[in-house]
T-cell receptor, first 115, second 114 residues
Framework: DAGVIQSPRHEVTEMGQEVTLRCKPI?????LFWYRQTMMRGLELLIY????????DSGMPEDRFSAKMPNASFSTLKIQPSEPRDSAVYFC?????????????FGPGTRLLVL | SQELEQSPQSLIVQEGKNLTINCTSS?????LYWYKQKYGEGLIFLMM?????EEKSHEKITAKLDEKKQQSSLHITASQPSHAGIYLC??????????????FGTGTRLTIIP
């Protein structure tokens, strides 16, 4: 089975541009998580969904960030407008409710650089 | 909010040697998860500890949970180059165990030298 798929793997953009990150969770998984990882702040949870519904978005840094999950097999994280401080690795992860909570499967990440 | 501090932050160990990584929580632990991350890749789940005093092993990696100390340790025996990477501990929200949300530690970068 394919794991969590993220695209693009790398993104370089200029400040002020819109950035869209994409994620395809593992088929059958009902939880989806978006994380951000930086050297300074480590791994931070931005938002997570259960059955396509956002459950906790308290980690979303500000209104420039938005996330959607239109169906069980696709999610997007959008940054508009992007700023240099948004440069980080963004991970998507998914899990299944019948596994112990916390057993998450991570994608390879999207490395974002905002110039 | 819960904070997880890992020590050491980085570790350089000669191949074949043993090592220990610690994860200390600012609040009571109601479970603890260990993940490993290779450079440029996502996290891989290693093991989960749910009960105080619980100990689990996977190949040459052993993890323990000490609820009283609000701490977990991860021990690697006879380290190999394949053990190199970043190890992160994660804990569920103590106010709502069973919630899928995890807080992750600061990470320990492990380097294995020949």
């Amino acid at each position: 089975d394919a794991g969590v798929i993220q695209s693009p793997r790398h993104e370089v953009t200029e400040m002020g541009q819109e950035v869209t990150l994409r994620c395809k969770p593992i088929s059958g998984h009902d939880y989806l998580f978006w994380y951000r990882q930086t050297m300074m702040r480590g791994l931070e949870l931005l938002i997570y969904f259960n059955n396509n519904v956002p459950i906790d978005d308290s980690g979303m840094p500000e209104d420039r960030f938005s996330a959607k999950m239109p169906n069980a097999s696709f999610s997007t994280l959008k940054i508009q407008p992007s700023e240099p401080r948004d440069s980080a690795v963004y991970f998507c992860a998914s899990s299944f409710h019948q596994r112990p909570p916390g057993t998450q499967y991570f994608g390879p990440g999207t490395r974002l650089l905002v110039l | 909010s819960q904070e997880l501090e890992q020590s050491p932050q980085s570790l350089i160990v000669q191949e074949g040697k043993n090592l220990t990584i610690n994860c200390t929580s600012s609040k009571t632990l109601y479970g603890l998860y260990w993940y490993k991350q290779k450079y440029g890749e996502g996290l891989i789940f290693l093991m989960m500890l749910q009960k105080g005093g619980e100990e689990k092993s996977h190949e040459k990696i052993t993890a323990k949970l000490d609820e009283k100390k609000q701490q977990s340790s991860l021990h690697i025996t006879a380290s190999q180059p394949s053990h190199a990477g970043i190890y992160l501990c994660g804990a569920p929200n103590p106010a709502n165990f069973g919630n899928e949300k995890l807080t992750f530690g600061t990470g320990t970068r492990l380097t294995i030298i020949p």
